[in-house]
């Protein structure tokens, strides 16, 4: 797009503006030195890593790192995960590092309200020894 910069090893360290954001201020980590860029928007791109190394197995995940949740999990159960719950039943996952997100800010934070619907039915359960 002619009107997308992409800038790299850079970071927005502030925001400004009277009634609505007018410029963002952009600190390079190569050079240290901070631009100042007019913008009519901002769009936080986060998540495009999920980071879930350190899970190794203990959940499925795609391969790509994201988390599989609900009716994304292959059947290894002996019933259906809830929503938002992952292949280690009690274990839920929400937002960026789950598979097949949106991977924005917005629907993260609604997916982690919802899912704290799911894991109150989780804990309401009766527990089988």
């Known amino acids: ?22 410029e963002i201020i952009v600190k390079s980590h190569s050079t240290g030195k ?10 936080v791109m986060i998540g495009a890593l999920p980071h879930t190394e350190w899970l190794s197995n203990s959940v499925q995940r795609d391969k790509h790192g994201f ?10 159960s002996s019933r259906q995960p809830l929503r938002f719950e992952t292949s280690l039943p009690g274990v839920f996952a929400a937002g960026d590092v789950r598979h097949a997100s949106v991977k924005r800010v917005a629907s993260a934070v609604g997916e982690g309200s919802v899912a704290i619907h799911f894991i109150h039915d989780y804990l309401a359960s009766p527990v089988s020894v």
């Open 34 to 43: 901070t631009e100042t860029f007019p913008v009519a928007a901002f769009f």
């Open 1 to 22: 797009l002619p009107n997308v910069e992409v800038r790299l090893q850079c970071e927005a360290i502030d925001g400004k503006g009277q009634t609505r954001l007018e």
């Open 67 to 76: 988390i599989k949740t609900g009716s994304d999990l292959s059947q290894e």
